[in-house]
């Protein structure tokens, strides 16, 4: 490994060790917005919060028969190709920006991928309705986009089964609604929540989960 890090630093004409993160030595490498956001897409802290959901919700996804299953502002499409082995459904990622269904077709290509708001979406259809964006989409956005479920009766079986998730990691300037506290997101949140979570990613931030209906 060393000296394939020594042949690349010299090559590139940057210093390449092998205690930096991917994404670092991605930007040694290349000053590309695409590839580095691809790399971004699928670190550590990304997985580990998509491993964590599916693992919450996989007891749900289970008893379910073939459920229809949106992820929202789905950016590539990681999660959604994750849940494709809970339903002979196509999975729907949908993210307001092109590019992510432009990468995510050739990443995940049994992924449907859509290209639209979440204020121009509508889950109606849907048997559950994931969005681990909600940093970065306000608190009336994401009720106004929820309240858009479908919501049949008092049986819980005919209701959209829904996952947020948020965080208190504010050093980013696009996370324009991080939550101190899961009380915080809960109380933000207008839904019948039924589980409520909290995991510490890397030492660094909180990531919060809500379920519900």
């Known amino acids: 490994m060393k000296s394939i890090l020594k042949a690349i630093s010299k090559s590139i004409g940057n210093e390449i060790t092998e205690d930096m993160d991917l994404l670092r030595v991605i930007g040694k490498v290349t000053n590309n917005k695409?590839?580095?956001?691809?790399?971004?897409?699928?670190?550590?802290?990304?997985?580990?919060?998509?491993?964590?959901?599916?693992?919450?919700?996989?007891p749900k996804l289970e008893l379910m028969n073939n459920p229809k299953i949106c992820v929202a502002a789905g950016w590539y499409g990681q999660l959604a190709d994750r849940l494709?082995?809970?339903?002979?459904?196509?999975v729907v990622s949908f993210d307001m920006d092109p590019k992510c269904a432009e990468i995510g077709k050739i990443l995940y290509p049994e992924v449907k991928f859509e290209t639209q708001?979440?204020?121009?979406?509508d889950p109606a259809k849907f048997d559950i309705i994931i969005c681990t964006s909600c940093e970065h989409i306000t608190d009336k956005t994401i009720n106004d986009f929820i309240a858009k479920r479908k919501k049949v009766g008092l049986n819980r079986s005919n209701k959209t089964f829904v996952v947020l998730q948020s965080n208190d990691y504010y050093g980013l300037n696009e996370h324009v609604n991080c939550k101190r506290n899961l009380s915080e997101f809960k109380w933000s949140i207008k839904m019948n929540i039924i589980n409520s979570l909290e995991?510490?990613?890397?030492?660094?931030f909180n990531?919060?989960?809500l379920v519900g209906y």
């Not at 695409?34 to 699928?42: A, C, E, H, R, T």
Request: proline share 0%; charged share 40%.
């Open 199 to 204: 995991k510490r990613i890397d030492d660094k």
């Open 84 to 90: 494709r082995e809970y339903t002979d459904e196509k």
């Open 207 to 209: 990531r919060f989960m």
């Open 117 to 121: 708001t979440i204020e121009e979406f």
């Open 34 to 58: 695409d590839v580095k956001s691809i790399v971004n897409s699928v670190n550590s802290n990304q997985v580990m919060s998509k491993e964590w959901l599916v693992d919450t919700i996989k």
